[in-house]
């Protein structure tokens, strides 16, 4: 006998309704569980405030201006176009309602689900100063990182213009907040971009000049990986100019400058890499499904809601363990846990027992810059400079969706790498 997950069908054929499944987000947790339902007797909605999935982990590469927005992003309709049970819809969800089984989406347009899959993800974390975005981009999506490729770049041609040295000293000082690894790959680009990429192309400033200071206020950064290749990682940043400084707490951000207890860094560029919070849709399942204080929904070992078994909660936006160890919220995670969940929601759907959910770490890595990275791939294996970089761009390129953007991004990486070349230096707003 076929089973319901080998068969192929077109949703609703016969006027046979399908179990509804709807999954909100197409991060890498909605996108993965999305394609565990191809070829089922399933009736698919993927609802996404932007019609692409966006490679998160290279976004800084965006912001730096290797890479074009486009080399690390794909549309969701494109990716999910061989499933023809599933739709897609681009809009932002409002809210759930779980007694009704239904999402609200901000247009008020209901959407029905027999099984919903929560995949809204994080955002930045201002920790109580909502007012230090404006000032203090953070990096999470192809906006962001246009955003901050603005910035950066522009804070050079305003340098450019500039005849006051205190005031072109301050275009000239980038501020990156936060030293997990996000920070780190941010500060292990700039100065390199300022010192090869751009030297030569003004007349008036020495862009080799531009100052990058990273603030971490723990005792070290990239606390999650082990210290021996923190310490590496922090040696390489120190190499290629960064000031990276440790128990620095960040006090206030202001418009020209970031206070660090006394101190007053002058600075007009300030980027945030400091902390994330869960969408606030975790929130808003209701009252009795509990939250963590960043408003993460701690769901069970299957991956559901507790007393909403209908409802699971992937990704970023979720509380998750194996064997008691937290799992972290990087890309792997994401996409486990949204392969998880759809599986269970396939068990439900035949009447069979659910399996917990069970993370596979392949490892954490991190890149400083060029041959730099670090990499931990458990069990004491550590690696770190020329070999891990070559790891970190093979399996990034895997991993990339769709055989244009690794294609793509490898030309980029290539003429950036060996020709100190970027591949998008483009400002493209101006507010």
Not at 5 to 22: C, D, I, K, M, N
Not at 65 to 78: C, H, Y
Not at 94 to 99: F, G, K, L, T
Not at 242 to 270: F, H, K, L, Q, Y
């Amino acid at each position: 006998m076929t089973s319901v997950a080998q068969q192929s069908v077109t949703p609703a054929a016969g006027g046979v309704q399908f179990p509804r499944v709807l999954i909100i987000g197409a991060g890498f947790g909605g996108l993965y569980a999305a394609r565990v339902f191809r070829d089922t007797l399933t009736q698919v909605t993927v609802v996404d405030r932007s019609n692409h999935h966006t490679f998160q982990p290279l976004l800084y590469q965006v912001a730096t201006a290797v890479l074009a927005p486009s080399d690390i992003a794909a549309p969701i309709r494109w990716l999910l176009r061989k499933q023809p049970n599933t739709e897609v819809l681009m809009g932002e969800v409002e809210r759930v309602d779980p007694d009704r089984r239904v999402a609200i989406l901000d247009n008020g347009t209901e959407l029905p689900y027999d099984y919903l899959i929560l995949a809204a993800g994080a955002r930045h974390s201002y920790f109580a100063h909502p007012e230090w975005e404006a000032v203090a981009p953070g990096l999470k999506s192809i906006d962001d990182a246009i955003e901050i490729r603005r910035r950066f770049l522009k804070a050079f041609e305003d340098a450019e213009r500039e005849s006051d040295p205190a005031a072109r000293e301050a275009l000239l000082t980038f501020v990156i907040i936060g030293g997990g690894p996000t920070g780190v790959e941010l500060a292990g680009m700039l100065p390199t971009i300022a010192r090869h990429t751009l030297r030569g192309d003004f007349r008036r400033i020495d862009t080799a000049s531009a100052r990058v200071i990273l603030l971490e206020g723990g005792p070290r950064i990239l606390p999650t990986f082990p210290e021996d290749l923190a310490a590496h990682a922090e040696r390489d940043l120190r190499e290629l100019g960064v000031d990276v400084r440790t128990r620095s707490m960040v006090t206030s951000v202001e418009p020209n400058a970031v206070c660090v207890g006394d101190e007053r860094i002058v600075a007009r560029t300030v980027l945030w890499a400091a902390g994330n919070t869960a969408s606030p849709l975790g929130r808003l399942l209701g009252p009795s499904v509990p939250v963590d204080r960043a408003g993460r929904v701690i769901v069970n070992s299957d991956l559901s809601v507790p007393d909403r078994p209908e409802i699971f909660v992937v990704g970023d936006l979720a509380v998750m363990s194996t064997d008691g160890k937290p799992v972290p919220g990087v890309a792997q995670g994401a996409i486990q846990s949204g392969r998880a969940a759809a599986r269970n929601v396939l068990h439900s759907i035949r009447g069979e027992g659910r399996a917990d959910f069970r993370y596979w770490n392949k490892g954490d890595m991190a890149t400083i810059g060029r041959y730099k990275a670090i990499g931990d791939f458990g069990h004491g294996i550590h690696v770190a400079g020329h070999p891990a970089w070559w790891f970190w761009l093979f399996l990034h390129i895997l991993y990339l969706a769709g055989f244009r953007n690794r294609l793509s991004v490898l030309i980029e990486w290539g003429y950036a790498f060996f020709r100190y070349g970027l591949g998008a230096r483009l400002i493209t707003r101006n507010r």
